[in-house]
């Protein structure tokens, strides 16, 4: 077996995560015959075929999803030790800008894993809803949510809409059709105030009201109020999926509306040497990857 380059092991593990040449270059920064390069190296070199090309998106064979493990924990291990170096031992710090709702629903939740990428920083973690915030970059790392039209924002996840409520709210209640919603009391949220009629009009129910409402401030309140049985409150799948798969909450009723926006990673200019910055998104582009397969892979 010839000698594999690290370089080599990262555009692999680049193309895994991005689904396609074309996307792992504009990943990596690099033109898309130096992927393809580099890949078939990799193969020639293992004498394995890694992934199976298609038209426009790749599919890793059996020795691939094999081998991306080994590649993962050999990486993972290499800019483990590249930060402590840097950090002289010391721990470094991720400043982290993110939507309150999508930190503290989505975010939080998952930090506790970092220890098992052997990634060990001190994260810093502010949140807001104000564009100016995120433009003023005094952050490394920033989770937006919109159309992705900032420099450099990588997509996580799109996300969807659905109506969701607690069991206890639910518990005795029997929906057949989208018209029995309205006989409990609907969560609006004041700053995204056209969600339910959003998800009304998808399912051509425009003119469907509820003689009870309450409007709250923001989504973390409507969903805090969803989960204390309060009403029926239209979610964001992507932060209403920790609380369905813990039982805090179910979907009211069984349809997503598909948005066009979804939550992009932003990494700042200053970070552009920060190792630690840079290891803590990758894991986030994991992470979301992995969520991606479990909602594909819900019925």
Not at 83 to 110: D, N, Q
Not at 187 to 215: E, F, G, I, V, Y
Request: charged share 25%.
């Amino acid at each position: 077996m010839s000698e594999i380059s690290i370089t080599a092991l990262r555009v692999f593990r680049a193309v895994a995560r991005c689904g396609s040449f074309t996307a792992a270059a504009r990943d990596l920064g690099c033109a898309q015959s130096a992927i393809s390069r580099y890949m078939a190296s990799l193969e020639e070199g293992l004498q394995q075929t890694l992934v199976l090309r298609g038209h426009r998106s790749v599919q890793l064979t059996a020795a691939g999803e094999l081998y991306l493990e080994t590649v993962n924990r050999a990486l993972d291990e290499l800019d483990h030790g590249a930060m402590r170096i840097a950090s002289g031992g010391e721990r470094p710090t991720v400043k982290v800008l993110a939507m309150p709702s999508f930190a503290s629903r989505w975010l939080i939740p998952r930090l506790a894993r970092l220890h098992l990428a052997r990634i060990d920083v001190e994260i810093e973690l502010a949140t807001s809803i104000w564009d100016a915030d995120f433009r003023k970059e005094r952050f490394d790392l920033a989770v937006h949510y919109g159309d992705g039209s900032w420099p450099g924002a990588q997509l996580l996840m799109h996300d969807s809409l659905v109506p969701v409520a607690s069991p206890r709210l639910l518990e005795g209640q029997r929906f057949t059709r989208v018209g029995d919603l309205e006989r409990l009391p609907w969560l609006h949220d004041s700053l995204r105030s056209n969600k339910w009629t959003q998800w009304l009009t998808a399912c051509d129910a425009a003119s469907l009201t509820s003689p009870r409402n309450m409007k709250l401030q923001d989504t973390e309140a409507t969903l805090t109020a969803a989960v204390a049985g309060l009403g029926i409150a239209i979610g964001h799948a992507v932060l209403t999926d920790h609380d369905v798969r813990e039982g805090r909450l179910l979907e009211a009723w069984p349809r997503h509306m598909p948005l066009a926006a979804g939550y992009h990673l932003v990494v700042a200019k200053r970070a552009a040497r920060n190792q630690a910055a840079h290891a803590l998104a990758q894991w986030l582009m994991k992470e979301a990857l992995e969520f991606r397969k479990a909602l594909d892979a819900r019925p």
